[in-house]
């Protein structure tokens, strides 16, 4: 498998949502980008702050 196949491979399995909370300092929001796999489990790939 080439380069591009694997990239596209993995990009159509990912996912991006925001998580957020709030306290006393205001809104808190981060941007997370998962990887759903076949066999159920969520592997994080990275976060945005």
Avoid at 17 to 33: H, K, P, R
């Amino acid at each position: 498998m080439n380069l591009k196949q694997r990239v596209f491979e993995i990009l159509n399995r990912t996912h991006l949502m925001s998580l957020g909370t709030c306290d006393e300092n205001g809104i808190w929001v981060s941007g997370v980008i998962f990887v759903f796999e076949n066999i159920g489990t969520v592997k994080n790939i990275g976060t945005k702050i």
